[in-house]
């Protein structure tokens, strides 16, 4: 992938513009980790890129990153710029190109992310990003007050990239924290979700939870009951622990997840009408929140005598035959009673017991 991404860098070189690989993909290859994301930072503009570069996307040239399909990959190519007051905490009011990588470099957020690479794949370090790597810290680029002030969601960064990584944080960036975590308040739901999911499904959960929590910065966030957060094997399951649905915004399927997650806390989760209602993934989410065994939810999921209504070896056409009656809501409750008596093992399920008990009980 690297190769690709410098024969991209020297097409940019050959026609006459700088161009480097910069930030994560950098990172991460200097200590080991592999990454399929590659940013490219370059002084061609995004007019100038596209004409190079026929099938680019243009998706915001307000901020100057191009995305380009080259070899069947995917770059993100962004002009070197500088950026002008942040009157949101959030966006720069004002983008304005410039030619020069170092000044380009020192308008981003911490040093780990400010790595290069040239046409000829040798590392450029110009604000001791390396030193931080080998050292294992978060230290922001410049004044700590003004980069959280500029963009208060690199508060959140930097938990992210300390948990993930297994990093230290920088005292200044401790105390710049402490000191504008308030900020977070005015960032949308949206970004603040994008990292804190990052945070909370990385292998390292724990970690960020609790520097989440060193700092109070779950008062910001309105994540009241992160301190009760223990089970961080799954994300799901953190933020049904969380309880915001109505605060943070979810998808129609995690909302499902969560609602019914939250239900079965108050159940037992080796019931056989738990297990037939709500699943296995739901049951052994809850069970593992509540500190019971998975193993044990699966043995008895697994044990059901029936996983779904359509496993009932009677059919809806032979229940209006055998009652001599066609389609009505009475089909419900009986399939309902079918369905309780055979998860409890009152009733076998063959048709013959279940015709027997139909006509016993509802002819």
């Known amino acids: 992938m690297l190769d690709d991404a410098l024969k991209l860098l020297n097409i940019l070189n050959e026609k006459g513009f700088q161009a480097y690989v910069v930030g994560g993909f950098v990172r991460d290859s200097i200590i080991g980790i ?16 596209t ?7 243009l998706p915001c040239d307000d901020y100057g990153s191009v995305t380009v399909m080259f070899k069947n990959i995917r770059f993100e190519l962004t002009t070197f710029r500088r950026e002008i007051s942040y009157s949101d905490h959030r966006r720069p009011d004002k983008v304005e190109y410039i030619t020069n990588l170092y000044d380009d470099l020192t308008r981003r957020d911490f040093t780990i992310n400010a790595l290069c690479i040239d046409n000829e794949g040798h590392v450029l370090d110009f604000l001791n990003g390396r030193d931080d790597l080998d050292k294992g810290i978060i230290k922001c680029i410049g004044d700590a007050d003004n980069k959280f002030q500029d963009d208060a969601l690199r508060i959140l960064r930097a938990i992210r990239f300390a948990t993930i990584l297994d990093f230290k944080l920088d005292e ?9 975590k308030h900020l ?38 309105e994540l009241v009951n992160l301190k009760n957060v223990e089970d961080t094997s799954s994300l799901i ?11 943070y915004p979810f998808s129609n399927n995690e909302k499902n997840l969560i609602i019914n997650i939250r239900e079965v806390l108050s159940h037992n989760n080796l019931d056989p009408f738990i297990l037939y209602k709500y699943g296995l993934y739901v049951n052994s989410v809850a069970a593992d929140i509540k500190g019971i ?27 209006m035959a055998l009652l001599n009656k066609g389609p009505g809501p009475y089909l419900k409750e009986i399939y309902n009673d079918l369905i309780n008596k055979v998860l409890y093992h009152k009733i076998n399920n063959n048709k013959d017991s279940l015709k027997d008990y139909i006509i016993k009980n509802y002819s």
């Open 34 to 49: 592999e990454s399929n994301d590659i940013d490219i930072t370059t002084d061609a503009t995004p007019k100038q890129i």
């Open 51 to 57: 004409q190079i570069f026929p099938d680019s996307y």
């Open 172 to 180: 200044d960036v401790i105390n710049s924290i402490n000191k504008n």
């Open 184 to 221: 977070l308040r005015g960032l949308s739901y949206n970004r603040k979700k994008e990292e804190l999911d990052k945070i909370f499904s990385c292998s390292n959960a724990k970690k960020g939870i609790d520097l989440l929590l060193r700092y109070n910065l779950d008062e910001a966030l």
């Open 237 to 247: 399951s953190i933020w049904s622990i969380l309880d915001v649905l109505d605060i």
């Open 293 to 319: 065994d998975k193993r044990k939810v699966t043995e008895s999921y697994n044990g059901l005598a029936i996983h779904t209504k359509s496993d009932l070896d009677i059919s809806s056409n032979d229940i």
